[in-house]
């Protein structure tokens, strides 16, 4: 498939890349239902590693099942799959060639109370090639007092990543003793994590919607002196697209927790307005009857493909 | 020994490992008296290591002897015999090709005090190789604030596994600070274990008997909402095997505590009910004198054989 | 470009480097308006990543575009222009060779709050050779507690760098709870950071106006002993210099907080009056309109030009 | 010299080791006056750095020298003579092939203070290579929160010395915040950690003379229930001794603290009498003037041989 | 130069190591005013990282230039100069084959405060062999909690350095938790800290002039009972000498704190009447005017040499 003028575009920001690593770009902005519009909806199922299998899968049975997912994920014409290991491993054979993969290589369980969250690193950039994905996924937690590990073992695997030829999909989620509850979802806050992670040389960044809440006290002094609006939620994704290389980056949003269809699709409307490359929806899609799911994240395209 | 539709089916969920490491799950599937059934019993014997000697070995002092236990588990016809690294080398070399061995690469004794366990890494994937091994065997404490460690070191292990031609058996056990006593066999907690195993990629996971508790407050109100039935111990077996990719992950359970032969064979009834592919037990069958403990194994495949 | 008679003797200073080290410390001296004067005016910003986007970028929102940076360090004429690796990244192919190229290999974010600051590797040698850097860049914190890994993840990739061919630029920035906010800047400890920044190895070392304060009781002796003046800027600038290898060390000072046009200038004329080889100018350059910081860096470099 | 059928027994349960290492265990056991019994005596020395030298060396000065130790080890027919890096360093390349040398991998001193104790590890397999020794040594402290450090760094050497043809002498002391004082030498502690150093892969295992004392509470039901006598130290040792592999591991004992020797002896046919394979004494020996040292040691390997 | 007699008794007690390692440890014995007597004075000038430029400089400020000091070595016919990664590599080149080079591969400074000290490990051996260095320079800090860092770093370095034929310099200061501030000088604790050193395999070893004082309760009673005198600093020097394998190991002691030039040299015949092997001395060197300095050093020469 040729390249659109918006695909070349967004790929001229990516030119100290490898070819190898920009034909995978390339091969999850041409895929799916929104293929040549420069947006990307993806598919993301960690839920079971990360708040455990009953409270992910129970509404939809048919989750417990890996093969569910990737099946979706093609049926609604995402972007991408993304899930931890044991999830790619048990359909990278079958499904191979049929929907850009991309392996999480950290993930984290509820099982364990810690001050300071930090992802264990579950899977190896030899994994995501053998497994013939398209790129690597990789989670900071920005305010941790165990940053420093996060971002220095992604450091090792974006390197490792780059040399096989893989771009790198990095969630960003502030939080730890650093921040307050209400500060993990600041927009200075949000913001700032979108800024860190194009800065360790993440290729497309996933954020969630960020709140209308300053969280320090300097930034909030920024705020005010320059008027920056954040009262809406396209104010606030228009300051974190900003804060991503002025717009240069594919700035993703998170769905965050299940909810009802308008309201759903009402955020979605705002983070395309803002100016969201895109969507990274998982309960929002698999925890809905799959005829629903398809139809909601065919809605959600649409959204940003009108943007 | 041509494979059995069921072991095929089986093995058409690991499709995407290499041949080396299906055809040593194949060997463990078609070996002893449950060959080509889809089910397995194995004889673990690393509690001379993780209880001390004395309590393992002295209710039938044969047992002192590492010849002891690899003998009882042909004699039994158990599917492989899985013990750390010292037992194994003890008898490698005389019972080479006789029985799939399983080299537990990690664990725990009971001399220290911790309130974060963690097992020792005591043997590596190059033991394995050199001593013949059919499998690498490894154990988990979900629910440790050293579950990272623990997970990261499985991770390279697994795949040095991996690159050897082993497939990777993983005990999870949760317990640690993060989890209350009676937590650490609540049926959310080892379904929980069980899903994170799978996604971590092991091939074959084993849990204890989940207990009719559930221990985290989001997982209970999930429970509760779509009335997921956990009276029986059949019902509990069962979410744990939907739990491990929708029973396509072949999930065993551990014996525990010793106890009378018809409470055990009760147990392993609902087990097999509930959906288990089989059971690890050690305590029960070596603390016993050896033609009743042949016996009983018998027992309990000819329950699994039926199922 | 021929070598002027004193960057021949600041090379003789590093006659113990290579051949392609000593290539790429005088691409830096040879380069921009005060080429071959042995004098440095570079560009950095890392500020997105220690201080955030908002606080960094708003005042000139220009400034959220990586791309404004490079040219702005090119278009003042500046030695070289620093940066993170996803800055550095989004430059490097349409700017190879206009300009020296300084990738900062480790950073911090202020999200976390900790005692003993460390800053996290986000950046490799490899990512240096690989996007055609003339050096790299670290920041060491003398005095927080976390100091050894500072100093032997340096010793590490300063070894690396060496046999790349590239020098290394240290930012030594003494804090951690070994010091009193007054005594961060204190002349006895820049003084000290920097001799320690020479022993470690680094070719350029960037350390901050010291200001009229005496940290430690045992220097303090010392400086009354010998009555050495630090009255002024420019007397402690001159101890500075003296203590990094007698003023045979290339010693450059950053700016600080954004301040008005004079003042700016007035301190530059001090540190020029000491002997510094340069300064490093960030906020005060890039938060200013472009004309304006292009006219106050030239303004800069003729101070120092003169010197 | 031909194997003894004792030692072609003892042989037998190390088939799995190359032949290497099988030929330096055989060097051992047919080296000195107990050449062909199956009986070991060493002389360890590496209480220098233990206790320091005052302590160690001062009874009899000559210690002092590292040359009399090995002298002493060849003058009384010793199995093996065991010590740190610096003293085999001195004397490996005047004394080579003239007895088997154990290279001491890991060492602790006395001058720090410290609740979960830990050798540090102070010598590598390329130096037992280069020194031309027969075996590693290396000292485990089970009940230390420290202990998994030991037990991996052993995992990793042991691994090594293996690849090298070198068998393993493990020393196991039980200390730390696990355990009571007089926990340390409890009868089911030794033989615990006796279990332990067997499922590690040693080769050789040291432990003290167990007392008659019971520190874990499970472990002391067992006791009880099965009437095992702890009374006699010859009870205590045949429990440990069948607690390492039912006898089918080389179990020695150390000596202790200085005695005299009538009591000494006594000790000995008790460590004798209950299945001891030999003694490594230290400070007994080379803390009396060297005749009577001799004279000891021959009397020790009497009684050893006559068992 | 051929080998006098002394020194070729002393290589007799260095017979493992390579020639490589031996022809370096001669080129330090036969360099200098003291070549072939056996006896070595060197030059250490790491007081610009472990206290500061201006406490260790200003006194005689031509010492803020790395130059002065090598000369100084050279001038006064010193057998080595020993300093860190900065100082070696400034002159390095020019200097090469002038006088042997001692590369500090460790380092610590004075703006942390921390309770376990520990040096950073701030140069490679692989800088030595790049600067042409003729032995590695190390210090451990046995007391501190830290020590076994410190000792299992060195044990990697001393490895690699003998790989590369380069002998060891250990500086041993008892310092930590461990100790009284009184103890880190005393009499047993300096012996035990060179009998550490010898057994970690250093070829020479540095210690402090030990104090009249005993800090370990056993260590007392076997002065006591063994009438060990420690009165002048002679004994003490000599119980030290004999601590380091019987006087087989090259001990020298540092000068410490700067005094006046009688009691210096009262103290350095007090260090040669005791069997020390020579002096090591930076402050009470270079911060007298050269002239000074190099009288004082040959007048420490000459004491030794006619010791």
Known sequence: MALSDRVKQIMSWYGSDTPGVRANLVRMLNHGNLAGTGKMVILPVDQGFEHGPVRSFQPNPEGYDPEYHVQLAIDAGCNAYAAPLGFLEFVADRYAGQ???????????????????????????RD????????????????SGQRNTMYQDLRQLILEAKDSGLPTVLWAYPRGAGLSKEGEQAVDVTAYAAQISAQLGAHVIKIKPPKDHI???????????????????????????QSSFNGKRIVIFSGGEAKDT???????????????????????????????AVKLLHDVMDIFRKA
Chains 1, 2, 3, 4, 5 share one sequence.
């Open 99 to 125: 929907i850009p993969l991309i392996l999480k290589l950290n993930n984290s369980d509820t099982l364990a109370k810690v001050d300071q969250p930090c992802s264990a690193v579950t899977g190896s950039v």
């Open 215 to 241: 969280e320090q006290a300097e930034a909030k002094k920024v705020f005010e002196k320059y008027n920056i609006s954040t009262k809406t939620l396209s104010d606030r994704v228009r300051h974190c697209v």
């Open 262 to 292: 308008p309201a759903l699709l009402d955020e979605v409307r705002e983070l395309a307005k803002g100016g969201a490359f895109g969507s990274i929806m998982g309960r929002n899609a698999f925890q809905r009857p799959k005829a629903e």
């Open 128 to 143: 995501a090639v053998r497994l013939g994905c398209t790129a690597i996924g990789y989670t900071i937690y920005p305010g």
